[in-house]
């Protein structure tokens, strides 16, 4: 009985050594080789034309589900939010609130009728605020078979039900294990060769073969997520000397656009794994990392990126001036800092496709390997990347304008909405210049429309809002005369 139990173990550990050596040589194979060149087999093609095809038969169903079943919720489908917004200036939405009276707004005159403006302002903000939601997955229009994409989901036919499963058993099974062990080896091959090339003098070849490395290991990593990565106007391509900056989605950003070309990456020095990484990959390429106390000196984080910059040979620099992850449906504002650095912006635009996966990092609800994780069970990774034509700094133009002129661009090109607010708003509350900004406008509306536009300043004593000329009083302002 013993022997028996002896040679059944030994068939079983075969057997799995059999699979094991199956599994490694497919891997390597027909996925690592090709991805360390740049080049593709088709395999991932065809398996996104298959999803394609899955996921219009699933809408498909579910629409005639929806129409055999009424009393099936209808999931939201509000691509602009739960309110239609006019999208006109202040003085236009208020001057609609004021044409039933006499008097015109021209006349620079205080109307209680204002007043409701600033309270419809308020309410639409609580019902459906434009600048949180930025923060959280957007909801799809039709299920994608993922369970976490669709709240509204509710049971419409067997069929249905066993392509989920089946997707479920594909998916944490066959592609979460393949995928976690690319990723695996791409962060390992990826210390270990930057450290050895660390090694080297710094010459060409050194720098040829870091750039070899780090393509090759992102590339690893991307094959990791079933990235499918389409590359727009590759004649724009950032250049060695300049600074690319794009919109921010996801941590992964970075290895869809290092898949395509080398960049030196600028960030906060960590401890632990990631620390490791960064020390390895600095050692090869002249990334820059700065320390935590350098980071709240803006001029030491400033002159590190000119001296970069200055040097026409090294990498360009790539950054994502949001300075969070937004939710891929708009681009929010771009802090000023990498703008006033000078040289060349790259500007490039990304945007993913939501059928295969949600790439956005809502880091309030998941750390990051949770994220990964959920990257990794996903269906894919598809995305779009846009090389923009370089820009330059116009002539009496600042480093905020400059910023705002970039930003639209991205946001044009990858279909996104452009907006102005912060995205550090996710962590902090409105800053009062916000506040002011508003009180100013309606102020010069008020006060400034019967004469000179009030030049307004802050007093030194009561730190009340004030205008250096105008003539007018109002409850909310102090308005000191000439």
């Known amino acids: 009985m013993t022997d028996l139990c002896e040679g059944g173990m030994e068939d079983l550990w075969s057997i799995a050594v ?19 060149f740049g080049l593709s087999l088709g395999v991932t093609s065809v398996y996104i034309q298959i999803l394609v095809k899955i996921l219009e038969w699933a809408t498909l169903r579910i629409e005639r589900g929806h ?53 419809i302002k308020g309410l639409e903000s609580i019902v459906d605020d434009q600048v949180t939601q930025r923060f959280s997955s957007e909801e799809l229009v039709s299920w994608n078979l993922l369970t976490r994409t669709n709240h509204n989901f509710h049971f419409i036919s067997l069929r249905l039900t066993i392509i989920w499963g089946l997707g479920v058993i594909i998916r944490y099974c066959v592609l979460f294990p393949l995928r976690i062990t690319l990723a695996i080896i791409g962060l390992t091959w990826l210390v270990i060769g930057t ?83 960064q020390r390895s990959m600095v050692r090869s390429c002249p990334h820059v990392w700065f320390e935590r106390s350098e980071m709240r000196d ?42 006033e650095i000078g040289g060349t912006i790259y500007p490039v635009a990304i945007k993913y496709d939501p059928r295969f996966g949600d790439a956005f990092w809502n880091s309030a609800k998941y750390n990051m390997v949770n994220y990964l994780l959920r990257m990794m069970t996903s269906w894919a990774i ?19 304008q400059f910023a705002n002129r970039v930003k639209s661009a991205i946001a044009h090109q990858g279909g996104l909405l452009d907006m102005s607010w912060d995205g550090s708003l996710k962590r902090a509350k409105v800053k009062e210049e916000f506040k002011e900004q508003q009180q ?43």
């Open 195 to 277: 450290t050895l090339v660390g090694f080297l003098p710094n010459k060409r070849v050194k720098n040829w073969l870091s750039e070899l490395v780090h393509l090759m290991c992102y590339r690893i990593c991307a094959r990791g997520l079933s990235a499918t990565i389409q590359y727009h106007n590759k004649e724009n391509k950032p250049q060695k000397g300049g600074i690319c900056v794009a919109n921010h989605t996801s941590p992964i950003d970075i290895v869809i656009l290092a898949n395509d070309g080398c960049y030196a990456m600028v960030g906060q020095s960590h401890g632990g794994l990631m620390g490791v990484i």
């Open 298 to 339: 803006r001029n030491a984080v400033t002159s590190r990126l000119r001296a970069h910059v200055a040097a026409k040979t090294n990498l360009p620099i790539l950054i994502f001036p949001e300075g969070t992850c937004i939710n891929n449906t708009s681009v929010m504002m771009f802090k000023k800092g990498s703008f």
């Open 440 to 482: 100013k406008m309606y102020s010069s509306m008020v006060v400034g429309k019967k004469g000179m536009a009030p030049d307004w300043t802050v007093a030194p004593v009561t730190g009340d809002l004030v205008a250096r000329r105008g003539k007018y009083k109002t409850d909310s302002f102090k308005i000191l005369p000439d």
């Open 67 to 119: 129409r055999e079943r009424p009393t099936l919720p209808v999931p939201a489908t509000l691509p602009f939010g739960l309110i239609q917004r006019e999208g006109g200036s202040m003085e236009q939405e208020m001057g609609e609130l004021r044409r039933y009276r006499t008097q015109s707004i021209s006349r620079g005159e205080f109307a209680l009728s204002d007043s409701f403006y600033f309270y």
């Open 382 to 400: 598809v995305v779009n990347v846009w090389y923009l034509p370089p820009m330059t700094r116009r002539e009496k133009e600042d480093a905020a």
């Open 18 to 36: 059999v699979l094991l050596q199956v599994w490694f040589s497919v891997m390597i194979g027909l996925i690592m080789i090709p991805a360390m």
